[in-house]
């Protein structure tokens, strides 16, 4: 089974747009495994809007909660690009997953600096060893699928990789 590494940001509109593509295409290849790998655009301590840390740790707490993904997707990006939230206090990304997740362990999880050790590997992978321009990008099979800085990618550029990759690898 291929895998599929999709590095992202949940404060990043391409990603919005992305993430749409992906879920679109994802149908069409059903033995392809998805890894989320959500990163930072700005990594602290760049400023630069809002940082998106708290969201993409809470993802992995989310994970082992067993919780739907496409709904915490779908409210994480809600919550970062639609309603404007200050994504970086842990009750905004409260708020954002009521109801979804445990919130006390959520608040414990993000209090204690959980995960961190993940993000920070993922914007490692992403900035340092395939030295993505931008994201949304992508990884398969040895192959990358690079956003365009201030583009990103387009359904058919996705779809090309997708179908180069999935039976090449």
């Not at 993409?56 to 404007?84: C, K, N, P, S, V």
């Not at 990103?152 to 990759?165: D, N, P, R, T």
């Amino acid at each position: 089974m291929a895998k599929l590494e999709v590095f992202f940001d949940y404060a990043c509109p391409f990603c919005l747009q992305g993430h749409e593509l992906l879920t679109e295409l994802l149908r069409l290849y059903p033995d392809l495994e998805v890894e989320w790998r959500p990163c930072e655009a700005h990594p602290r301590p760049e400023q630069y809007g809002r940082h998106s840390d708290l969201c993409a740790r809470a993802m992995y707490f989310a994970l082992e909660q067993g919780a739907d993904m496409d709904e915490y997707h779908r409210r994480m990006y809600r919550a970062a690009l639609i309603d404007e939230a200050d994504i970086e206090k842990v009750g905004a990304i409260q708020a954002a997953t009521a109801g979804l997740l445990d919130q006390a362990g959520l608040a414990d999880a993000l209090g204690s600096g959980l995960y961190g050790d993940r993000l920070r590997e993922n914007n490692r992978q992403a900035w340092e060893v395939c030295d993505f321009p931008a994201v949304p990008s992508f990884r398969l099979g040895g192959g990358l699928l690079p956003s365009k800085l201030g583009i990103g990618v387009s359904k058919e550029e996705l779809a090309a990789f997708l179908e180069s990759k999935t039976y090449t690898s």
